[in-house]
């Protein structure tokens, strides 16, 4: 196992080094969890818990979204060379399909009817994966805290919840795993190619951050009948979950959790930042009553 807990003091490993990449494939490979969504033994629910479970309204979007990102990242792991890291992106790969195929498992059982999204076909492996990449930070960071409010608040039977924890862990892996990468990746291109390498991400985690300022800006105002099953549903979805909860008190819960769960990870992998610091700058600028 390559595990190191994060409170451990440890070296700091150059990024894009040998050892680097060798510890960024390893640690996802050796922290792999096996489950099969088709063998899931779902809980009984009460018809209250059922109503309120089918009245989500995300959930033909978390689906798609999945759909996308398995795809995505699966075809992404044609851009490495290097065999163990390509196999890390495999299973990647493999998990986020896992995902989806875990809530077309739950739907059916509790016959909450979606369609299947068309399979999508990436067009740019490297943009393609980058996009879905810096998307999954931010709403993996959000889902963290909705995960916790959905426990704290019993809005869930904790039998449902509990079979959901492994899930919620592999989006933790998996945004380490790709701001590590992201960092690698950078260092393998010629000199000359960075900036324009930068400038791209830079690109694209301002079209994530625009996207998700104009949901957070529409929290809490009147919303259409199909508000939350859209895009950044991540960010909107406590509403659904019908918890008295303020932005600033979900912001707590998010930056919590999240430092719990990538606790658990080798110390010398970079930690997600981005995601994390702009949620830290909101908590102390917005009121706690907000």
């Not at 498992?105 to 943009?127: C, D, K, M, V, W």
């Not at 019993?154 to 079979?163: E, I, R, T, W």
């Not at 945004?175 to 324009?196: M, S």
Request: proline content about 6%.
């Amino acid at each position: 196992m390559s595990v190191v807990p994060a409170n451990i003091e440890t070296e700091s490993l150059a990024v894009g080094s040998v050892e680097h990449r060798g510890l960024l494939g390893q640690f996802f490979l050796d922290t792999y969890v096996e489950y099969d969504p088709e063998q899931m033994q779902w809980p009984a629910l009460a018809e209250e818990e059922l109503a309120r479970l089918r009245s989500l309204p995300f959930w033909q979007e978390a689906v798609s979204t999945e759909n996308v990102t398995s795809n995505t990242v699966a075809a992404a792991a044609a851009l490495e060379s290097d065999p163990l890291v390509r196999k890390a992106i495999e299973l990647q790969g493999f998990e986020e399909m896992r995902h989806a195929r875990l809530l077309v498992a739950l739907t059916s059982h509790y016959q909450i009817p979606i369609e299947s999204p068309p399979r999508f076909t990436p067009r740019s492996l490297e943009s393609d994966f980058l996009f879905a990449g810096f998307g999954e930070c931010f709403d993996s960071f959000f889902a963290f805290g909705l995960f916790a409010l959905a426990r704290q608040s019993g809005y869930f039977p904790p039998a449902l919840v509990k079979l959901f924890e492994p899930v919620m862990q592999e989006e933790a892996r998996h945004i380490l795993f790709f701001v590590n990468w992201v960092k690698y990746r950078r260092t393998q291109l010629a000199w000359w190619r960075r900036p324009a390498f930068r400038l791209r991400c830079a690109w694209i985690i301002l079209k994530q951050v625009a996207s998700r300022v104009k949901t957070a800006r529409s929290m809490g105002k009147p919303q259409p009948d199909d508000a939350g099953s859209g895009e950044n549903f991540t960010l909107t979805a406590h509403q659904d979950l019908g918890a008295e909860v303020t932005l600033h008190r979900l912001l707590d819960l998010c930056l919590t959790e999240n430092e719990r769960r990538m606790a658990e990870y080798d110390a010398r992998l970079k930690r997600p930042r981005l995601v994390p610091g702009i949620a830290r700058v909101l908590f102390r600028l917005i009121p706690a009553s907000v």
